[in-house]
Nanobody, 115 residues
């Protein structure tokens, strides 16, 4: 089972910034779609942002303007740049990539925003 390699995250004060990255292992694999999800305590996992090969992006309403998703040309690495962070952005962030009919996930990285 392929697991995506996530990095970034941590503890930041409200108003601060953090960046997350996610890479799919394997030399010749490219994703068709890249997504970031998050799960806050006692809440359901929600989609934060997505990007496809053509560069079209979509964002959840709560993160629009503040978060930016990007990817490399090879569609093997995705980044999520988060600015103006709020305490309600706290949660475990998971990257997810669709490769053909398969779906791969990262292990999750904790983001904690203190007030």
């Amino acid at each position: 089972q392929v697991q995506l390699a996530e990095s970034g995250g941590g503890l930041v004060q409200a108003g601060g910034s953090l960046s997350l990255s996610c890479t799919i292992p394997g030399r010749f694999v490219s994703a068709g779609v890249m997504r970031w999800h998050r799960q806050a305590p006692v809440k359901q996992r929600e989609l934060v942002a997505s990007i496809v090969g053509g560069g079209i992006t979509n964002y959840g309403d709560t993160v629009k303007v503040r978060f930016t998703i990007s990817r490399d040309k090879a569609m093997r690495t995705s980044w999520l740049n988060m600015e103006s962070l709020k305490p309600e952005d706290t949660g475990v962030y998971y990257c997810n990539m669709g490769v053909g009919t398969l779906d791969y996930w990262g292990q999750g990285t904790q983001v904690t925003v203190s007030s």
